[in-house]
């Protein structure tokens, strides 16, 4: 399967797929140009998470990748996944101060973007594991975009916030996008896949492959 395709798409996927001992998933062809957006939907379990991984390089499997024409097996793994960004549905905080997961200059930026995002001030003072679930993934989530990734590969970003919240976050998504970022969106919402999709049709994953449209709509 091909999204738009084109002579130098930004992300390239041929034949990626999970190694034969895991749950089949792939293999998947795929083409992702600068700006644009997949809505990824599936059922629980269909193996959304592991395609994300995949594509990171964070889980291991067979195929190839590549990034403006770039294999990426000539890239290391942190530099790969610094462009090619995986968003976990539960990131991982290493430290339980919120500033040692940022440089300098996005610290610095950060208040303004959590602003927008309906975070309180106090929040970015707050210990990690104190925070609510929704006001971690929100941090994560600026965590990702202050390091301007050319693909950010996100898993279920709003799966913990409510609508005020989640439209502040699709709102700087489609700005980012808007900026030249390229983005699968995994989502269990219809309606945000709609909203979010730009008018193309979302992607199911069903038995480890992608299809265009829906299972109940397909013949
Ligand atoms: N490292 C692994 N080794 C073996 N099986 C795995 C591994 N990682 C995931 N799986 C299995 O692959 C299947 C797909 O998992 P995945 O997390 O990708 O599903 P998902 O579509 O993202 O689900 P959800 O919507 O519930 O998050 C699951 O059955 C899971 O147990």
Redo the contacts with the bound molecule.
């Keep these: 399967m091909s999204s738009h395709p084109q002579a130098t798409p930004l992300l390239r996927l041929q034949q990626l797929q999970s190694l034969p001992e895991?749950?089949r998933n792939g293999p998947f062809d795929l083409q992702l140009a600068s700006a644009e957006r997949l809505m990824l939907m599936?059922a629980?379990?269909?193996?959304?998470?592991?395609l994300l991984r995949l594509i990171a390089d964070l889980?291991p499997g067979l195929g190839k990748v590549w990034l403006d024409g770039r294999p990426r097996s000539s890239f290391s793994g942190p530099a790969w996944r610094g462009q090619v960004m995986y968003l976990a549905?539960e990131p991982a905080w290493w430290s339980t101060e919120l500033a040692a997961h940022f440089d300098a200059a996005a610290w610095q930026q950060l208040p303004a973007l959590a602003l927008r995002l309906g975070l309180r001030e106090q929040a970015l003072q707050t210990p990690v594991p104190q925070l609510s679930t929704g006001e971690r993934q929100r941090l994560a989530l600026l965590r990702a975009l202050l390091r301007q990734p050319r693909v950010l590969l996100l898993d279920e970003p709003t799966a913990a916030l409510d609508e005020d919240s989640t439209r502040c976050v699709e709102l700087l998504l489609e700005e980012q996008r808007c900026a030249g970022m390229a983005m699968i969106w995994v989502t269990?919402s219809r309606a945000q896949a709609e909203r979010m999709g730009g008018g193309r049709p979302c992607l199911w994953l069903e038995q480890g492959q992608l299809h265009d449209a829906a299972p109940e709509v397909r013949p």
Excluded: F, I, L, Q
Excluded at 44 to 50: D, I, N, Q, R, Y
């Design positions: 895991r749950p599936g629980s379990g269909a193996g959304k998470s592991v889980d549905a269990h």
